[in-house]
């Protein structure tokens, strides 16, 4: 059966010259998509990846990056709202480029799908009270 997860990669500083995406491709035939990078030569890492593949293939990989040392999470432990400081103003909305944001018409409040969220960091940049953050 097919997946699809978005993902948060954190190379620590041994891993990051090796091909570690790579052989997620050619050993366990996952398709990837690569959201975010900063990954620095001699220093950590870090890689939001979308991966797609059989669930078998997922999970050989996932094992695979496991066992070599990077360090997994789910890409929606990462973006997170601050519930006290937002004040539901919906300057998210039309910023984000996935529709993670949704305005309810009827209570005005400003609902986030962090399933839908890519860490792009556009809503951290233009939220005014500072309510989006990014945790990496």
Sequence with gaps: MPVSRRI???????LVDRPIVYRLIKDYDLEF???K???TPEEEGLMVLELKGDQKDYDQGINYLNEA???IQALSQNVTRNEIRCTHCG??????PTAAFEL???TRVVAFDNDKCIACGLCIK???PRAMELHF
């Excluded at 948060?8 to 041994?14: D, G, I, M, T, Y």
């Excluded at 300057?91 to 984000?96: G, M, R, V, W």
């Design 104 to 106: 309810d018409k009827k």
């Design 126 to 128: 233009s939220c005014p």
């Design 37 to 39: 990078a900063s990954v």
């Design 33 to 35: 998509n690569i959201l």
């Design 8 to 14: 948060v990669l954190h190379f620590p500083r041994r």
């Design 91 to 96: 300057a998210c909305i039309t910023i984000c």
């Design 69 to 71: 040392g990077v360090q």
